[in-house]
């Protein structure tokens, strides 16, 4: 059964090899995935750990019900000090590797030291060993894959894998399975690549017992007819992500030329129907594609229309990339995002870092801040297109002065451009926002402040606040599992009762990430999606553990916790720009320029949002610097973190 | 009054998702596996392309005519062709005969496994949403291909008038 899925300790210098189970009362704690992961992260790291060397941990784990019968818990996290942040990193994606990793016996990998030379892992029907990555390292994420199942001589082994961008140690790249199922954020992949490990390839067939298989299967059943029968799982089921674009766009919540504007004019080119007609014409009608066990099937399918890589197969492209090669630079063919999309996803790099940093670079070479001699001569200006598929590839292989400035992360790279660089970057705890704006809307600027991996959308987004759902419902939504009577307000450009629902959602995502589940099945999206109730009781049908609602919420909370403490060993400071939970001055100084009515000249008040970021705190239970309160941790059971359990 | 069900595969429709692999491995055996699954999905991932491959319950069955134990044979009833545990030997001679791979061997439990149709609720079909495994008339197997096939001259038709227009 689940339960007794296994954890292993791999350490790649020595090559010593240790399988423990883990234990239950643990699992009460910090169920499983991401929550577990964040408790071995502080527990086998020491302050100032460096994030490339022997001594930082990375962590693979599938969620306490990957691969159980419950719909959509396939994804993969993983974890490790992040060295773009210098911070906590920690990145989820789908696909078919945890299932097949707890079919092969095991649901966290703990993974330390660095290899002598490159080395792979096979992990097969709970044997684990380390196999040489001579004939594939260098290679794209695609042909590693192919390559190892080749190697292995079995079309059925899944692959976690490294392109050529976490070799080359770019602080951003992924981890990655499948065409385009990607761990994108916070760079796992360079912490691989500092190890020296190409892949882990798995390949499972023991069985996950289910605790109660009739009625699992049934309830399986209604879970899944609960989300198809929702409107927004339809449209994302047919053209996918890049769904969102349309109305986000037009309404002014898209950030155009790095940070200058908020919305992408005559971009009729970049609309899904657009995306979605070349996906009609190269690969036909049905091009939609799901990961394990998923009805939602929101991955598009396609081959390139043109460029250079003209009639290659590839998937995606996701909303991130739409905004990260679209917007971001001003670059407005949907040929230019396809063919970004394909090379950060064969060199293994993450799509909304990569946008991010190539149109900041741009924002900076038009203000002179950076010359022509420091660009390697090519014309950085917004709108370039060539520059900006150039510009990729240049980083991924470190190829000029620029290229390998800006693989070390946005920081390290303002610091090194030198002059006002670092006030154009549109950055928390050192990692790039997505494209999306948030000067209209005080609750997603709260949320990419506090996220603990840094500026981000999938750690505590309510991104339902936009659908000006009426006071009942958000009520109902917002009062459980734990009570709440404070204020809810339907308009999105308010901040009261903002940071209640930050702090729900930042629970709501950790507990889907402790068990395995897809943020698409919750309620980020959908605002009649499965919910805590649905979770307790799925758990139960398919592990027999008794875990109520509001068991699975403290849980929740208290992995948020452990994060948090991981990141102020590592030097967070509330108003610390680079390390802390502040915004850019641009989103308190610059008003928004374009867009709906209603959204034209806002920007983010900064006394009512440090009023917004006090309240988030007092709900966490810490003090006002952010830190927990000797009683939090206590009520939390962390007081005596680390405690070294496993 | 003889069952005339058959299941029919539409493999463009095919997400990839294996929810089918799943739920029959759940059915049949209790637990998650799909090495356990009656019907599996064979992937070219670098295409794209997915294809789920099932027992067809022939009519004049390989497995049933290759079977030395003649453990293998057609139920009526069911509209399927099926194991008898009893005489079955486990010699994987079917395995060798099916001409679509499906007819498996489970390592675990030292037997053979093919497709029941679930005694006339396939899950593979109940859980598919995109409708990519069908139980359907035997008769009906061929309306759809040919619907869209017609389809695709009518269109041809209305291109080629707007030419000559």
């Not at chain 1, 000090?81 to 945890?98: C, D, Q, V």
């Not at chain 1, 000006?468 to 308009?491: A, T």
């Not at chain 2, 057609?74 to 007819?103: L, Q, T």
């Amino acid at each position: 059964m689940a339960l007794n899925r296994k954890i292993a300790y791999i350490d790649l210098t020595t090559g010593e090899i240790k399988v423990k189970p883990i234990p239950v009362e643990i699992r009460n704690k910090f169920i499983g995935g991401r929550g577990l992961d964040a408790y071995l992260l502080y527990n086998h790291t020491r302050q100032g750990v460096d994030p490339l060397g022997p001594d930082n941990v990375l962590l693979i784990s599938g969620g306490l019900l990957t691969a159980t019968c419950a719909s959509a818990t396939t994804r993969t996290h993983v974890m490790a000090k992040s060295a773009l942040t210098g911070m906590l990193g920690s990145t989820n994606m789908g696909g078919f590797f945890a299932p097949e990793l707890a079919w092969a016996g095991f649901h966290h990998l703990v993974i330390r030291g660095k290899a002598e030379k490159p080395v792979y892992l096979f992990i097969h029907n709970g044997e684990i060993e380390i196999r040489s990555a001579k004939n594939i390292w260098g290679k794209s994420v695609t042909e590693t894959q192919w390559a190892i199942r080749e190697e292995l001589h079995d079309p059925e082994v899944k692959s976690l894998v490294i392109g050529p961008a976490g070799e080359n140690l770019v602080r951003w790249a992924n981890v990655m399975t499948g065409i385009k199922n990607s761990g994108g954020r916070s760079g796992m992949g360079c912490i691989m690549g500092s190890k020296n490990l190409k892949a882990v390839a798995v390949r499972g067939t023991m069985d996950v017992t289910i605790a109660h298989p009739v009625e699992a299967l049934e309830y399986n059943k209604r879970f899944i007819d609960q989300i198809t029968s929702s409107k927004v799982n339809q449209t994302m089921g047919t053209i996918g992500t890049p769904f969102i674009w349309g109305a986000t766009n037009s309404w002014g919540g898209v950030r155009t030329r790095n940070f200058q504007f908020n919305q992408c004019e005559y971009s009729d080119d970049l609309e899904p129907e657009r995306i979605d007609e070349i996906a009609l014409e190269t690969v036909g009608e049905n091009h939609m594609a799901a990961c394990f066990a998923c009805q939602v099937h929101c991955r598009g399918k396609h081959r390139l229309p043109s460029g250079p890589y003209k009639g290659r197969y590839s998937e995606g492209p996701e909303y991130t990339s739409q905004g990260a090669f679209g917007a971001e630079p001003d670059c407005k063919h949907a040929d230019t995002v396809l063919t970004c999309n394909y090379l950060v996803n064969e060199y293994g790099m993450d799509t909304l870092e990569t946008g991010s940093m190539i149109s900041w670079a741009m924002e900076l070479f038009e203000l002179g801040i950076l010359t022509k001699e420091q660009t390697g001569g090519i014309d950085l200006r917004f709108g370039n297109d060539e520059a900006l598929i150039e510009m990729i590839t240049r980083i991924c292989y470190r190829k000029d002065w620029l290229a390998d400035t800006l693989a070390d992360g946005g920081i390290p790279a303002a610091e090194k451009i030198g002059k006002n660089a670092f006030d154009y970057m549109v950055q928390v705890k050192g990692m790039h926002n997505l494209h999306s704006d948030e000067r209209g809307t005080p609750a997603l600027a709260l949320n990419i402040a506090t996220a603990s991996r840094g500026s981000d959308h999938l750690r505590s987004r309510p991104a339902i606040d936009l659908y000006h759902l009426p006071e009942p419902v958000l009520r109902k939504i917002y009062s459980s599992p734990v009570p709440y009577d404070g204020p809810l307000s339907s308009e999105q450009t308010d901040y009261e009762g903002k940071p209640w629902q930050v702090f729900w959602h930042e629970n709501c995502y950790m507990a889907v990430d402790m068990l395995g589940i897809c943020k698409y099945h919750t309620m980020f999206l959908g605002a009649t999606h499965p919910n805590f109730e649905d979770w307790s009781r799925v758990v139960q049908l398919n592990t027999g553990l008794d875990f109520s609602p509001t068991h699975i919420w403290e849980a929740a909370v208290r992995a948020n916790m452990i994060e948090r403490l991981f990141n102020l060993r590592e030097g967070m400071t509330r108003y610390d720009l680079k390390k802390g939970e502040m915004l850019n001055h641009r989103y308190f100084d610059e008003p928004l320029r374009r867009g709906a009515p209603g959204v034209v000249g806002r920007k983010i008040d900064k006394k009512k949002f440090i009023k917004m970021v006090d309240e988030f705190y007092a709900y966490k239970g810490l003090d006002e610097n952010g830190v927990p309160k000797p009683e939090t941790l206590k009520k939390l059971g962390l007081e005596n973190e680390p405690s070294h359990l496993l | 009054m003889h069952n005339n069900k058959v299941l029919k595969t539409d493999y463009n429709k095919c997400t990839g998702c294996r929810l089918c692999e799943l739920v029959c491995a759940v059915k049949h055996d209790h637990v998650s596996n799909p090495a356990r699954s009656r019907i599996r999905v064979i992937k070219w991932e670098a295409e794209g392309i997915y294809v789920p491959m099932s027992c067809q319950q022939c009519e004049d069955a390989p497995c049933a005519i290759g079977c030395p134990a003649k453990a293998l044979s057609r139920n009526m009833e069911m509209a399927r062709v099926e194991v008898d545990y009893n005489k079955c030997i486990g010699c994987r001679a079917c395995v060798s005969v099916c001409p679509f791979g499906a007819m498996h061997f489970v390592a675990a439990d030292r037997k053979v496994i093919k497709c029941d149709l679930c005694d006339g609720d396939p899950q593979c079909v109940r859980f598919c949403d995109t409708k990519a495994v069908n139980l359907v008339d035997a008769g009906d197997v061929s309306l759809q291909k040919g619907r869209e096939a017609a389809k695709r001259l009518r269109s041809a038709e209305t291109k080629s008038s707007s030419l000559v227009a």
